[in-house]
């Protein structure tokens, strides 16, 4: 009797290894199949979003890869190292893509990507995902309306630290009907972004420009 | 298995056992992602593949699992489909897995999975079980975009936006704009519209419920005076 149920839970557990083994199998098989398409799927979706900021025939370098690292910065709003995507035409550099969290949305961190041209002036901004409101705090994205393009081309002087907020606040940027505190967010992180840049240009754009 | 039997199963699956109208099953990606019809119709695609693959391979190794492990075993089947899917979304249909996110593995904790798994696949052969998980995942399929078309339409005044997310470039001009300069009622987008859209689905679905029954017990009726005339 007693054999008989230690039999009988051997059987029951080796029934549900087996199972167990067949699983992992079949994911294993598939992660193996896809990996590949996944990661380059990652590097197309990336790739594109860079291309908005900046157009293929400003740089002629492999941008994705030309990457460094940056130590956690406030104004970048990482807590944590960040990574900076470098663009150049004939070994110069042209501009410096960043990634950027604007921290004090709505809801959630906003990550962005900002590109600043080697002049201080921006060469555009994009929102790479957010959780604001639907029909709201959406407008930063492109798909929505043309507010996050109002930033090109603006620098520190064009216009002076003053100007750098939503109207509200005395600035220049526009605010959504319904949603201030997005754009609010957005215009903070972008000039904080500007600020970086200006304060770390020379490690920026000399030191690391060789390759 | 008689032709009858399929009917049955099938008008269980879309209508009178609809997972989401009768059942109440998978609300939160229900609820979540029927922002517009193609979100909706790419979940529901979804969880339908995920029901068939699941009621075959239960109704398949039916008679080798002991019953005391046969929910683990389940699980464990679920649960390996499921990501195999979430995988190969994320290969081939990469934009739309962005927008359905976490939703996707989500898919696992949809009772209605497990549910159909336990109480139909486990006993029935492998071809009913199939069919049976294809049309509980239809009608789930059915009630995901028809929310998601009526949150659209109401909520943002188009149909069918986004289209290319699940059809790829051919679809990108699919798009069906109802109301022109139409800016949006945000109610019907955000989380209460997904509510009261529901709401208003399985009332209707009880109205004609109601109505049919009423009909019948009428035919019924004038057969009954027919025969004593």
């Known amino acids: ?211 | 298995m008689s032709n009858a039997d399929y009917n049955e199963i099938s008008k269980n699956g879309l209508w009178t056992n609809n997972v989401a109208l009768v059942q109440l099953l998978g609300l939160c990606p229900l609820l979540a992602v029927t922002g517009t019809v193609i979100n909706g119709l790419g979940l529901g695609v979804a969880t339908l593949l995920t029901l068939v693959l699941s009621n075959s391979s239960v109704s398949l190794i039916r008679h080798w699992v002991r019953p005391e492990v046969r929910v683990p075993v389940f699980v464990l089947i679920i649960a390996s489909i499921v990501t195999t899917i979430e995988l190969s979304m994320n290969a081939w249909f990469h934009d739309l897995y962005n927008v359905l996110g976490i939703f996707i593995p989500l898919i696992v904790t949809n009772c209605s999975i497990l549910a159909r798994a336990e109480a139909f696949a486990s006993k029935n052969k492998v071809l009913p079980s199939m069919i049976d998980g294809f049309m509980m995942g239809l009608g789930f399929t059915a009630v995901l975009v028809l929310l998601g078309g009526m949150r659209e339409l109401v909520g943002r005044g188009t149909l069918l936006a986004d289209a290319h997310l699940m059809f790829g470039e051919v679809a990108r001009n699919w798009t069906l704009v109802i109301f022109d300069d139409y800016t949006g009622l945000l109610l019907a987008i955000l989380p209460p519209g997904a509510f009261i859209g529901l709401g208003l689905i399985i009332a209707g679905k009880n109205i004609i419920d109601k109505r049919l029954s009423k009909r019948q017990a009428q035919a019924v009726q004038n057969t009954g005076q027919e025969a004593i005339a």
């Open chain 1, 1 to 211: 009797m007693m054999m008989n149920k230690g039999k009988q839970i051997f059987v029951t557990g080796l029934i549900l290894m087996l199972f167990a083994i067949a699983g992992a199998a079949m994911v294993a098989l598939t992660y193996e199949g896809t990996a590949a398409q996944i990661a380059e799927n990652e590097r197309h979706a990336m790739l594109r979003s860079l291309n908005q900021i900046l157009p293929a025939e400003r740089y002629d370098n492999e941008l994705i890869d030309d990457t460094i690292t940056l130590a956690a910065d406030e104004r970048l709003g990482h807590a944590e190292q960040s990574t900076a995507y470098i663009a150049r035409k004939n070994n110069q550099v042209v501009a410096i893509i960043f990634s950027v969290f604007a921290t004090d949305g709505y809801s959630g961190i906003i990550k962005l990507l900002v590109g600043i041209n080697t002049d201080g002036t921006l060469a555009g901004v994009r929102v790479v995902s957010h959780k604001e409101t639907p029909g709201l705090g959406d407008a930063i994205e492109t798909k929505r309306s043309d507010w996050v393009l109002g930033f090109n081309h603006k620098s520190l002087q064009d216009p002076d630290s003053s100007g750098w907020h939503v109207k509200r606040d005395g600035g220049i940027f526009d605010q959504f009907s319904g949603a201030t505190i997005t754009p609010r967010a957005v215009v903070k992180a972008v000039h904080h972004s500007l600020l970086y840049f200006a304060s770390h240009k020379k490690d920026l754009t000399g030191s690391v420009s060789h390759e």
